[in-house]
């Protein structure tokens, strides 16, 4: 177990120290740095600008100073919002996306989960078919489709929900649905596919022969076995859901990450893009090692390698 | 693992959903504030010095106060840390007196050295201000700014650790002398370094010569910069009330640039204390205009609470005030529509016309100090060919890009300078504009002389934007128009903002879209920027005689004079053409009628401390709202 | 245990028990070819043909792909061509048709001059075949063209015509970076799962890594990188245009995944008897990998390859909101989209701007999730009784 563990975190530190590289590397060969305004600057200016933010040097250099300076956990300062560094953007931008990714996180298995064991239970229904083709149009529609659709329905058509803002429970019922409906879609097609796998199995038909009423199979044995790939599937998901939600968040005019992430990359704003990925890369790295944490306690025969 | 543990660790997990959605969906509200609005981006700083957008300048006027402000109706200077000021026989001296009950946030009083402190701050260049030649029409403020110093000049050694008992970020202490020489010497003014090499100045400090070292650790030599000495500089705080700037030449606006952010005081002791940028953080901000930084969410609001200190603080009249932080009009637009803002400063493009019909009372477009254009690389074949340039600016329908895309009355322009300048001989109206008007067939008889007849031999033309659904749609028409007029192949790219920029600096591009917002009421700011290497030329266009002109103009005291070279050399660049405009803008501010004090003017600024809310008004508004 | 071919391939051989060895031997050889051909390809059509939403699914995109080929030949309006007295038209049901192409003698007149042609300013530049296309379409139709039955856009261009003109676009991308990331990911899969031991390790662990670089970040770099005016007038004067350049970074993405599945299988194929047998009279490995290997992975590649279009295209999509998508006047359904996102306004909703190219979208990922599935059951062996 600890050499496990110690051997994956090793793995994340190697993937984390090449994932700085492949973002140093690309961000310096594009053309246009962070100083290049739309009245440019004198060249006097930039310099001091440059040497403000430590970007005077060698690329070489640059990458050592960067290099060093991320490991002890020093982010460095903005260069589009100088009164910020990196760490106090974060600090202030994720617990904002983690409210808007938890809220859409709960949405997607509340609904994936009921969805696709009804589906499965009914297999071959209409009910079936509809649940699963709300499901695959959940995937087939990119999401600012999705968050079109929501806006033009419940906004505008139908007044139910504020356009925009962060601050009430209101304001974020709508963007964490329109995030969570594609992750909604996806669980519930892997639910569909892992119960109607399990329930072929000996197991389930010895539960009925034992005389189990329906609930009572679904829930203590198919379900089990469906949440297996359910899980696989979440780490990534999680990741994502938390830090990716650009799309979303720049609709709805949440200030969380995802925006930042964008943005810090489009306006070339080094050091805050620097700190995003690295951060995205370490939640993604954890939450994969977490769900194979889970993946042994829910599954015995799983065993740590 | 033992089955039980295992369901303790299902039951954890869930357990831990449970919190995170309690945690998730637990808010904290904020009230109201009087006046909200829509600050259309997130701020770049506080600091008056750093910045140089619209947006910030927004907050930053709210926070601040020049010497002078601008009136919210005609932008004419009036007091603002100064009651009154002179301005000598030749127009170089200007003499500041401030007033009495110039306060801080703090309570501390605001002086003349606040001022001298800080327009030295914003020209040293570890400040790094963008703006910082808003300050260059003082004596040697270029000079000082550059660090550039020639032999025998006074100068300043900043060391590097600070004063004896002094705090933390405080500038390091000041060692002055002359100048003697330094390895290696400084480029020629034009030649930019690409690396600025480690230099050692010799400098005479009480008849001894000393060599220092700037970047150099603490050791003997070591330094953070040798400037020119500041005492050279136009500005000096004669006493506690009075500030003296001399000018380098006679600067027609210069009252108005006292009131713009570049130049607003900011505390010393607070920005020695913490230094930069920790001293904008709310719990540290000390600021000495009519609003205080309450609050600051990334991204999300600020909150600007009334200041107590503020010397006209009777007239400002609203209490807290709300700059919500949102980027699309569209969103904007909803929040306004749901009365939960007071005032958006843009509206959406596609809507534009129906709402002005809907909304007449609170969408007024006004005409605006800016000027939409193409930008020609003239160095790049077949651009450099003034008639293929002619040809171009011929073939271009610009109503009709007007009228279909931008569709709030913008102007189509046929000049750089934007027609809002009482008395500038210039532009006045479309019929009468400088460089010729929609001619295809003409356009086409240009294009057969500079040898390429129907557009053959011509090769395909990158026409750069930045990524934008309204640059798009009038790239998409421009393109349209000079493949129909001309048969010119033209190929739209869009960039994202930084690479387009970085696009233009480099020249590398054929026609580039091009917006530019005057900083000051005056044609200078448009036309100064087609000097020969001026930094915002970016066309490679170069002609002596604008440079003359415009040399000329700045130097001449008489405005009527001046304001006539200024135009002649607009016809210069008329003719030459290394750019296409297209039309002038016009600002769409949105408010309700409820509030007072928002004027529509041509720099489309509005101090926050001049608006009012009418309370009754706002409740009938309501009242009509709701039953309609 | 299939029922039909195996009895098809006892009974014959047992009732000629008493014919003549050779002809028994040519028999036998005839027979194993019949069952060849009916074993996975055919016995997976058979149960797909079963599954009546997937066969729908198909001849809908069958249908799609057809009409995005043959776009210059339908009678449609010029995508690009604005009509600016008609602005935010909405949609019409009739008259069906309308005349709008240039007059003939405009036509000929353009050519005489030696100008760009006509087709040219209509339609964009073409190459031959589509400019044959267009011609059969004016021989044809004349000067005819459907009206604007999804309405206009904010220059008043008809969005029937770009969405048949961006389907082109979107599909090409789909397909054409699918396959990118297909060639990429199969062959990266097959050489790490048949090579084995450190390199393989190697080569995975390198994909893990790769895995966890947001995609997202590195894609907005290197389509910056590489439409900078030097760099893409370079690329360009060796014939690449952005849209190739999109084919293969989003190509470049895409084939972890594949990679990772065609390993697996790999590694559990190569010690069948048919690579042993392979590897004994002498066969390379790149031969072993690519002739014998590849081939039996076909089922899981044309799943794969159903599965990973829709998200190459939602992906377009994406750029597209982000402003990184096809550059204009080039239109692709993301671009359209997003385009009709933007006219979801509270005081007027121009809802078909927003609407028509969402359905288009909407309609083929859909089709193309449901046939994959459709196409996974059908060639999953474990579901082959059911």
Request: aromatic share 10%; proline share 6%; hydrophobic share 45%.
């Amino acid at each position: 177990m600890i050499a496990f563990m110690f051997k994956r975190l090793l793995w994340i530190a190697l993937t984390l120290w090449v994932v700085f590289t492949i973002t140093f590397a690309l961000m310096r060969s594009v053309k246009g740095g962070p100083f290049d305004r739309e009245r440019p600057m004198a060249p006097q200016v930039k310099k001091n600008m440059e040497r403000r933010y430590h970007m005077d040097g060698t690329w070489l250099e640059q990458y050592g100073y960067e290099l060093g300076r991320d490991l002890t956990g020093d982010l460095g300062f903005s260069t589009r919002l100088e009164d910020y560094s990196v760490n106090e953007i974060i600090a202030d931008g994720l617990p904002k996306s983690f409210t808007l990714g938890i809220l859409a996180m709960m949405f997607a298995m509340s609904l994936g989960f009921t969805a696709g064991v009804i589906s499965a239970i009914r297999r071959g229904t209409l009910l079936d078919f509809t649940l699963m083709s709300f499901a695959t149009a959940g995937i087939a529609l990119p999401s600012f489709v999705v968050a079109g659709l929501a806006i033009m329905l419940f906004v505008f058509v139908w007044p139910l929900f504020p356009v925009a803002g962060f601050g009430s429970l209101r304001q974020v019922i709508l963007p964490s649905l329109c995030l969570g409906a594609p992750y909604a879609a996806e669980i519930a097609r892997l639910v569909r596919t892992g119960m109607l796998d399990v329930m072929g199995k000996d197991y389930i038909r010895t539960a009925y022969a034992k005389g189990l009423m329906t609930p009572a199979v679904v829930f203590r044995h198919a379900l089990r076995g469906a949440l297996l790939p359910v899980v696989s599937s979440l780490g990534p998901a999680i990741a994502g859901i938390l830090t990716g939600s650009m799309v979303i968040e720049s609709i709805f005019a949440i200030p969380g990450l995802g925006y930042h992430f964008v943005q810090s990359a489009l306006q070339k704003d080094y050091t805050l893009a620097m700190g995003l990925v690295l951060l995205d890369t370490t939640l993604l790295c954890v939450m994969n090692l977490v769900v194979d944490l889970l993946y042994t306690v829910l599954d015995p025969r799983v065993k740590l390698e | 693992m033992p089955p039980f543990a295992r369901n303790l660790v299902v039951w954890l997990i869930l357990a831990m959903c449970v919190a995170a959605t309690v945690w998730a969906v637990s808010f904290r509200p904020t009230p109201k504030a009087d006046f909200t609005f829509v600050n259309s981006a997130e701020i770049q700083s506080v600091d008056p010095a750093v910045i140089t957008g619209q947006v910030e300048g927004r907050i930053s006027d709210a926070l601040f106060e020049g010497l002078t402000s601008w009136d919210p109706k005609t932008l004419a200077p009036r007091p603002g840390m100064a009651e009154s000021w002179t301005i000598s026989e030749d127009k170089l001296t200007y003499t500041f007196k401030i007033r009495p009950d110039a306060k801080w946030s703090d309570g501390s009083p605001l002086t003349a050295h606040d001022f001298e402190w800080s327009h030295r701050r914003t020209l040293d260049p570890q400040t790094a201000s963008e703006y910082v030649y808003q300050l260059f029409y003082v004596k040697n403020a270029e000079k000082y700014a550059s660090g550039r110093v020639e032999a025998g000049d006074r100068v300043e050694i900043e060391l590097n650790t600070p004063p004896r008992g002094g705090p933390l970020h405080a500038r390091g202490e000041v060692l002055k002398g002359k100048f003697v020489s330094v390895t290696p010497p400084f480029p020629k003014a034009d030649e930019p370094e690409k690396k600025a090499p480690k230099r050692v100045y010799i400098v005479e400090i009480d008849g001894h010569r000393r060599s220092f070292e700037p970047g150099k650790g603490d050791g003997d030599g070591g330094c953070k910069q040798v400037l020119l000495d500041f005492a050279e500089v136009g500005c000096h705080a004669l006493d506690d009330s009075t500030y003296e700037i001399t000018l380098g030449y006679p600067t027609a606006f210069f009252l108005s640039l006292t009131g713009m952010y570049t130049l607003y005081p900011v505390n010393r002791p607070c920005i020695d204390e913490y230094g930069f940028p920790e001293w904008t953080k709310v719990e540290y901000l000390v600021t000495n205009g009519p609003y205080r930084l309450k609050e600051r969410l990334l991204r999300e609001r600020i909150r600007l609470v009334k200041s107590d200190t503020y010397w006209d603080r009777e007239h400002v009249k609203l209490d807290t005030i709300d700059a919500l932080v949102i980027e699309s009009e569209t969103t904007a637009l909803n929040l306004y529509l749901k009365g939960e803002v007071d005032w958006i400063p843009s509206v959406p493009t596609t809507i534009v016309k129906q709402l002005i019909q809907k909304y007449s009372r609170e969408l007024t477009p006004t005409p605006y100090f800016q000027a939409y254009f193409y930008r020609i690389n003239v160095t790049r074949p077949p651009l450099d060919n003034p008639l293929v340039r002619r040809a171009l600016v011929l073939a271009l329908d610009k109503r009709a890009i007007v009228e279909s895309v931008t569709r709030a009355g913008e102007t189509p322009a046929r000049s750089l300078v934007p027609p809002v300048i009482k008395n500038y001989p210039g532009f006045t109206s479309y019929e009468s504009g400088m460089c010729g008007d929609f001619d295809p067939v003409e356009a086409q008889k240009l294009l057969a002389q500079a040898g390429y007849p129907g557009g053959r031999g011509l090769p395909k033309i990158p026409l750069l934007y930045n990524s934008d659904e309204a640059h798009k749609m009038i790239a998409e028409l421009v393109q349209r128009q000079w493949k129909e007029n001309l048969g010119i192949d033209v190929d739209p790219q869009n960039q994202e903002w930084s690479a387009y920029l970085a696009a233009q600096n480099h020249l590398d591009y054929s026609i580039c879209r091009a917006g530019w917002i005057g900083d000051y009421f005056d044609p200078a700011t448009f036309l100064g920027m087609f000097v020969t290497g001026g930094g915002n030329n970016e066309t490679g266009w170069s002609n002596a005689r604008y440079d003359e002109l415009m040399r000329n103009s700045d130097r001449e005291p008489d405005p009527t004079k001046r304001l006539r070279l200024m135009h002649d050399a607009e016809e210069i660049l008329m003719r030459e053409l290394p750019i296409i405009p297209v039309y002038f803008g016009v600002s769409k501010n949105m408010v309700k009628p409820y509030v007072h004090g928002l004027y529509g003017n041509v720099l489309d600024v509005h101090p926050l401390g001049r608006l009012s809310v009418d309370r009754d008004e706002k409740t009938e508004f309501l009242k009509s709202e709701g039953s309609r | 245990m299939s029922e039909k071919p195996t009895d098809n391939s006892i009974a014959p051989a047992a009732g000629s028990a008493a014919a003549e060895p050779l002809d028994r031997y040519a028999q036998l050889l005839a027979e194993a070819k019949e069952i060849r051909g009916t074993s996975l390809g055919r016995d997976a059509w058979r149960r797909l043909k079963k599954n009546r939403v997937a066969i729908f699914c198909l001849v809908l995109l069958a249908l799609i792909a057809l009409s995005a080929v043959l776009t210059p030949i339908l009678p449609l309006q010029s995508p690009y061509r604005p009509d600016l007295q008609n602005t935010f038209a909405a949609p019409v049901a009739g008259p069906l048709f309308i005349e709008t192409l240039p007059s003939k003698a405009e036509m000929d007149r353009d050519r005489s001059e030696g100008a760009s042609d006509w087709i040219d300013v209509e339609f964009g530049q073409l190459n031959g075949l589509n400019r044959a296309l267009v011609k059969a379409r004016v021989a044809m139709f004349g000067r005819w063209s459907l009206n604007s039955l999804c309405g206009r856009d904010e220059l008043g261009r008809d969005l029937l015509a770009r969405l048949f003109w961006g389907a082109r676009i979107s599909l090409a991308v789909g397909v054409v970076a699918t396959l990118v990331s297909l060639l990429i990911g199969v062959s990266y899969g097959a050489v790490s799962g048949y090579l084995g031991g450190w390199i393989d390790n190697l080569m995975m662990r390198v994909v893990e890594v790769l895995h966890s670089v947001p995609f997202v970040f590195i894609v907005i770099f290197v389509i910056t990188i590489l439409s900078e005016p030097s760099t893409k007038a370079w690329l360009e004067s060796h014939g690449i245009d952005r849209i190739t350049i999109f084919f293969v970074v989003v190509g470049a993405i895409y084939w972890m995944t594949m990679s990772r599945i065609v390993r697996g299988q790999v590694l559990s194929l190569k010690h069948e008897q048919f690579v042993e047998a392979a590897r004994t009279i002498g066969a390379s490995p790149a031969r072993i990998i690519f002739r014998h290997l590849v081939p039996n992975l076909l089922s899981v590649i044309i799943v794969y390859l159903t599965l990973t279009i829709p998200q190459v295209m939602l992906f377009e999509a994406f750029l597209s909101f982000l402003g990184l998508g096809v550059q204009a006047p080039n239109v692709s359904w993301g671009l359209l989209a997003n385009q009709g996102f933007h006219a979801i306004t509270p005081v007027q909703i121009f809802w078909w701007l927003f609407v028509f190219p969402s359905l288009a979208i909407g309609a083929t990922l859909f089709a193309l999730n449901f046939l994959g599935d459709g196409l996974r059951d059908a060639l999953d062996p474990r579901l082959k009784n059911k």
